[in-house]
């Protein structure tokens, strides 16, 4: 709950969405991509916690990349 309270008081938004296939959430500050954070779960529990904040991962995440085979 002080995360959240905290996040509320930055100039961020977080937004619910899908990367590489897996649901994640998306912090920004105005203009860019900040971070991003997924999970790993196993029966329902969430195992692990990924944040990713390197910069040059993060440069393409409002890209979509085409499918192909």
Do not use: C, F
């Amino acid at each position: 709950a002080t995360l959240w309270m905290g996040l509320g008081r930055l100039d961020v938004t977080v937004t619910a969405v899908q990367i590489n296939g897996a649901p994640a959430l998306l912090v920004e500050s105005p203009g860019e991509a900040a971070t991003v954070v997924t999970a790993t779960t196993v029966e329902g529990r969430v195992t692990r916690i990924y944040v990713m904040r390197n910069p040059h991962k993060l440069a393409r995440i409002a890209d979509e990349t085409a499918l192909s085979r």
